[in-house]
């Protein structure tokens, strides 16, 4: 079984930081794609940023400048950190992976979710 866990989230305050992590854990032969998404209350889930294997990544607009993705392969972990939060950045955030458990294909997994709330 492959689980993804995500853990740094809470409660800060606007202009404040956050790092939130998302460990992959299980049978695991590979990870390409790993990306963060959130959910704020009463709005559908939007992209965050995403990471390739190779370390290219993309950003949402609204964060470019102030969230930084980054992945240490060797713990299969995806990091978000989160600089200069506004309120409007409240919202359960989740990780995501493209990964393989056994090298013959790829599916998407998802994390369960971790709270941000930021207080203006």
């Known amino acids: 079984q492959v689980q993804l866990v995500e853990s740094g989230g809470g409660l800060v305050q606007a202009g404040g930081s956050l790092r939130l992590s998302c460990a992959a854990s299980?049978?695991?032969?590979?990870?390409?794609?790993m990306g963060w998404y959130r959910r704020a209350p009463g709005k559908q889930r939007e992209l965050v940023a995403t990471?390739?294997?190779?370390?290219?990544?993309n950003y949402e607009d609204s964060v470019k400048g102030r969230f930084t993705i980054s992945r240490d392969n060797a713990k299969n972990t995806v990091y978000l950190q989160m600089n200069s939060l506004k309120p409007e950045d409240t919202a359960v955030y989740y990780c995501?992976?493209?990964?393989?458990?056994?090298?013959?294909?790829?599916?998407?997994?998802w994390g369960q979710g971790t709270q941000v709330i930021v207080s203006s």
């Open positions: 995501n992976a493209d990964l393989s458990p056994s090298g013959s294909y790829y599916r998407t997994y």
């Open positions: 299980g049978r695991i032969f590979s990870i390409n794609a």
């Open positions: 990471i390739t294997g190779g370390g290219s990544t």
